[in-house]
């Protein structure tokens, strides 16, 4: 049977509506992932199918700033992801809880990976891509802990991916640790970050994530799409604006977000 937790959770996404975190007093990030796991069954029963996943908090420097001093998962859906056909995408902010922005680099799957060694992982790797992610929190003022952010999907609302390049055009793990990017809100220059801010690098965030899910026993199937988590700070949405990334080090387009 659904939790009522579960169920409130669920319908908080919907509406890009706020919850009380004290009625919701996790601790326990397995507590948490149960929880997630609730909501997801719910998902699916309503008709939306699992592309892949995120890994949150990644980005170690922003530890301090929420609270969270571990990583998070959570699935993104069918419903969540938007493959772009060029580089200009647009959000809606009312449609997200506290929306903010998260530059990433998007790994896709082609093949389940067998061990959490980063060269046989990034050797399951089909393509890759930049991408914004679009999180969002049911908790007020993005005050939360690691168990509730688990609990809130990952704090997951999108995921919108630019052009896909075959894993071919990188070299290896280290190029993608070595990538920097720069983040733009109305040409003006907001925050910079590189490849390596994510647990050291999107192939070993990855890496990470293919552990857990090993370690749990959770099915991680072949073309998967992974976001290995935001390389600066998570940037507050308001409609009106325009963001964009510059990309070096890797052959991936920048990409460009307008806010309503």
């Not at 939790?3 to 009625?23: I, Y």
């Not at 397995?30 to 699916?44: C, F, H, P, S, Y």
């Not at 647009?90 to 990976?113: G, K, M, Y």
């Not at 920097?180 to 994530?209: E, H, K, N, W």
Request: proline letters at 8%; charged letters at 15%; a negative charge.
């Amino acid at each position: 049977m659904t939790s009522a937790a579960a169920r409130s959770l669920l319908a908080a996404w919907d509406n890009g509506s706020a919850l009380d975190p004290a009625a919701f007093p996790l601790t326990d990030p397995d507590a948490g992932l149960a929880l997630q796991t609730e909501i997801n069954a719910l998902r699916r029963a309503r008709g939306e199918r699992e592309l892949g996943m995120k890994i949150g908090f990644t980005n170690r420097s922003i530890w301090p700033l929420y609270g969270v001093h571990h990583p998070i998962w959570a699935p993104v859906w069918d419903s969540t992801v938007v493959q772009l056909v060029n580089p200009l995408t647009r959000v809606t902010c009312a449609r997200h809880s506290l929306p903010r922005l998260e530059p990433e680099i998007v790994l896709e799957l082609a093949q389940t990976p067998q061990r959490a060694e980063p060269g046989h992982v990034f050797d399951c790797i089909g393509w890759i891509a930049h991408g914004f992610e679009i999180v969002s929190s049911p908790w007020p003022d993005w005050r939360f802990n690691g168990a509730q952010a688990m609990a809130a999907q990952g704090l997951h609302g999108a995921l919108h991916i630019g052009p896909r390049l075959p894993r071919s055009v990188v070299s290896g793990p280290a190029q993608l640790s070595e990538l920097r990017l720069q983040l733009f809100c109305d040409d003006q220059p907001i925050a910079q970050g590189s490849g390596s801010a994510v647990l050291d690098g999107p192939v070993q965030a990855l890496t990470y994530l293919v552990a857990e899910l090993l370690r749990r026993q959770i099915p991680l199937p072949a073309h998967s799409i992974i976001t290995t988590g935001t390389l600066t700070d998570a940037q507050v949405l308001r409609p009106g604006q325009r963001w964009q990334t510059r990309i070096d080090g890797v052959d991936l387009p920048g990409l460009v977000l307008q806010t309503d």
